[in-house]
């Protein structure tokens, strides 16, 4: 792609967004206090945020008014990587900061919940910090103490919040897994850090049906050594199981929440990647981490405020469910939408935008990618007045994607594409609520992060594909894995490469005008003759065709030194892979893409394997056509769909008898 500016971006922001943008008076305060320049817009603040690390994250905390119990010494006590030392000597609590609306404006809404009726049902900031004082006093009665660690097996509803907030206002350590995983896939996180407590529920409603998960519990009761309680949340309204204990009886008490005053590095919780390939690691975030980084994320980059109403699709198992309870922080409303995100009909979310008046509406690229498919018109059947902006991630949002946004929910509309990951519960590159869009492309990278694309050798390159590295520290980086006593998986999973430098995984470009394309991730990279390509190219290019439901691309480099790339697609009902769609595969990614990538072979399957929190499974399908056994190639527990990757398995031993 191209590192020159489009001669029209397909969104400017008018002058009076851009001035009444948070983060425009932000950098006037802050060249008033702290030196940033006044001038130069977004472009001269980012350079300042990493040139001038740590008056950055100072001038940060003073705007939002982060109070510290007791002051921190420095900004950056260390900040070597890893192992940076973020506010030594400062104590805090997040709950505290999460629930601070609650004083003033204790009848606003903090919560919307959303099931599939579409129906709202609104929680006040009164209530919301009235169950967190009462749960997170029968926490301390259970023998609760900071560091423990407390687990939930919940879908995203409000008692999940509730759970979240509670467990750290005692300083307790948070983790949880949405209820469609099953006990081998939970028990393969919950174990490795050994919770005390247990939130369930009884089941949950998705597509239309009930799904109950009583004997999933039940095992995981069993397998769970450590637990001294469970809680039981009866959304099927089944009575609580012997041994456990009700919600509605920990959350009847009004009395005022005790926020414990924990460490900046106290960890706040516990998130897990995807463990596609084997036991995913457990990743432990920090409370002053999390809260500095969200704030400036949520507040600056998708410009919240107390008037505004925050709707990401998403299920407590993907930390963009960590990512959406923050909005509090931020004193804005928080929509939990819990159901299926295409039910009663493909145009689901926007029903559910429309009803609870969101003003930021996040979803995946793929969705939008199926709404373009299934010719949803979002803005002529849906009253989206009110959506400012419509965020995706998950997945690069294909060119097509942003121009069906702007033609289809409305012309002066901010789309914001981003990137980040579990590993650092955040953004390294997306929304600038002041700068243009451009077709295919993240508006930049994010304030106090020093993103840059590098070769293989460590020279930054600008308009050309390298591997996404941070060269300086992020708050929300991980304080550590759990059960990595030494550090090792931790450095091997960022740092080997370039030590000291995060490097994340993803290929991307960053183009001279500032902004930023993804490419997909690097470990799956597509490297023909020499010439590299990511995956998500591929997939943007072909998905484009109607007759392609979605795709996977493998490049497989062989014993005899040779490389196979085989391009595996999944048909929309009632299509043929004939000669001429085959034919017009291969000269659609000739054509738009590279002669090099035209793929060996074409291949129908029935499906396209994903991890449970929807990204497709690159490697472990690599590694069977490598011909690595089924057990070794995948972690079983971590797959939507296990039985898709049987196909690929007797494909790789037919390969190998010919």
């Known amino acids: 792609m191209s590192s020159a500016a489009p001669t029209e971006p397909l969104w400017q922001p008018d002058e009076e967004r851009i001035a009444k943008a948070a983060v425009t008076r932000f950098q006037a305060w802050a060249a008033e206090h702290h030196g940033a320049p006044a001038d130069g ?62 004083v003033e404006r204790p009848h606003d809404t903090a919560l919307l919940h959303v099931d599939e009726t579409h129906d709202p049902a609104p929680t006040t900031w009164g209530e919301l910090r009235r169950q967190v004082g009462s749960l997170a006093a029968e926490l301390r009665a259970l023998g609760v103490r900071p560091g423990d660690r407390v687990s939930g097996y919940l879908p995203n509803v409000p008692q999940s919040v509730v759970a979240l907030l509670a467990t750290a206002a005692v300083g307790a350590v948070w983790t949880s897994c949405a209820p469609d995983f099953g006990a081998r896939s939970v028990l393969d996180r919950f174990q490795q850090v050994e919770p005390v407590v247990l939130f369930t529920v009884d089941g949950y409603r998705y597509g239309g049906k009930e799904h109950d998960r009583r004997d999933t519990v039940a095992e995981l009761r069993a397998e769970l050594p450590t637990l001294r309680a469970v809680v039981h949340i009866p959304l099927l309204g089944t009575p609580a199981p012997e041994g456990t204990l009700a919600w509605d009886d920990l959350v009847a008490a009004d009395v005022e929440p005790v926020f414990e005053q924990v460490p900046f590095s106290h960890p706040l919780w516990v998130l897990y990647s995807s463990g596609t390939t084997g036991l995913p690691k457990a990743i432990v975030q920090s409370q002053g981490g999390i809260l500095v980084e969200h704030v400036k994320q949520l507040g600056l980059h998708c410009d919240l405020g107390p008037d505004d109403v925050f709707f990401w699709y998403t299920s407590t198992g993907w930390m963009m469910w960590n990512f959406l309870v923050s909005g509090l922080l931020t004193g804005t409303t928080v929509v939990l939408y819990d159901g299926s995100p295409g039910y009663p009909d493909t145009a689901a979310q926007w029903r559910v935008a429309e009803r609870t008046g969101a003003t930021l509406y996040g979803t995946s690229a793929a969705y939008v990618m199926a709404c373009a498919k299934a010719d949803v018109h979002p803005g002529r059947d849906f009253d989206l007045s009110a959506v400012r902006c419509v965020a995706t991630t998950g997945s690069p949002l294909p060119p097509d994607g942003f121009r069906w946004l702007h033609d289809e929910v409305r012309e002066n509309l901010w789309i ?81 490469m370039f030590p000291g430098v995060w490097r994340h995984g993803d290929w991307i470009t960053i183009t001279d005008h500032g902004s930023v394309v993804i490419h997909g991730r690097s470990d799956s990279t597509l490297n023909r003759q020499g010439v590299r390509m990511g995956s998500a190219d591929i997939y943007e290019a072909v998905e484009r065709l109607p007759e392609i439901r979605e795709s996977l691309v493998i490049g497989l480099e062989e014993p005899d030194g040779g490389y196979w790339m085989p391009l595996f697609v999944h048909l929309v009902e009632g299509v043929t892979l004939d000669e001429d769609l085959i034919d017009r595969i291969k000269r659609t990614i000739r054509a738009e893409l590279s002669p090099r990538h035209v793929p060996d072979e074409i291949i129908e399957v029935p499906g396209v394997p994903h991890t449970l929190t929807g990204k497709r499974i690159e490697v472990p399908v690599k590694r069977l056509l490598q011909g690595t056994p089924l057990a070794k190639a995948v972690n079983a527990g971590s797959v939507d769909d296990l039985g898709l990757l049987h196909f690929y398995e007797r494909l790789a031993a037919e390969r190998r008898r010919r």
């Open 41 to 102: 817009g977004y472009a001269a603040l980012h350079r300042w945020s990493v040139e001038e690390l740590e008056t950055f994250w100072q001038a940060v905390v003073e705007w939002f008014d982060l109070r510290f119990s007791t002051p921190y010494e420095r900004v950056l006590g260390d900040r070597a990587m890893p192992g940076a030392d973020w506010f030594p000597g400062a104590t805090l609590n997040y709950a505290e900061h999460a629930l601070r609306a609650a």
């Open 416 to 496: 914001a594409s981003v990137s980040g990951g579990t590993d650092v519960c955040s953004c390294f590159a997306g929304a600038v609520p002041t700068l243009p869009v451009h077709i295919g492309e993240l508006q930049a990278a994010g304030l106090g992060t020093d993103l840059q694309s590098w070769d293989p050798s460590g020279k930054p390159l600008t308009g050309e594909v390298g591997e996404l590295v941070v060269t300086n520290p992020m708050p929300s980086m991980p304080i550590h894995f759990w059960n990595d006593p030494d550090g090792s998986r931790y450095r091997d999973s960022y740092f080997e």
